[in-house]
């Protein structure tokens, strides 16, 4: 279990603020905008319909206000997205594109870093 401790007060353990269900968001983004998940501690998948290809397109990560160590927020295209732009968090490793119905999980492993996991 994780824990994170700023100025000598333990923040909680991974886990310990989580309660609720993860939840699936359906976006139908359109080249050059931005999505974003849910400013709350889920885990959530964004799941994006786009009627076709899209160029460009950026994912805006919760913010570390209201996100938890350990959870996992995924992301899933049913269409190809040719740049990628991952902003709102310190990326450990990253994706600059998807291909037509990738699916990617991240996992915040410290207070504003996350990885991907799959």
């Known amino acids: 279990m994780s824990l994170h401790s700023s100025g000598g007060m333990t923040q909680g353990m991974a886990d310990a603020r989580y309660s609720g269900k993860p939840v699936v968001q359906t976006v139908v983004p359109t080249s050059g905008e931005t999505v974003k998940f849910d400013d709350d501690d889920l885990d959530s998948t964004l799941y994006m319909k786009p009627a076709g290809t899209l160029a460009t397109l950026t994912i805006a990560m919760p913010t570390t206000a209201t ?37 990617f999980t991240f996992e915040e492993v410290e207070i504003g870093k996350w990885v991907v996991c799959q």
């Open 67 to 103: 996100s938890r160590l350990g959870r996992k927020v995924s992301v899933c295209s049913t269409q190809t997205v040719t740049l990628l732009t991952i902003t709102g968090a310190t990326m450990l490793n990253t994706l600059v594109t998807l291909s037509a119905n990738d699916h």
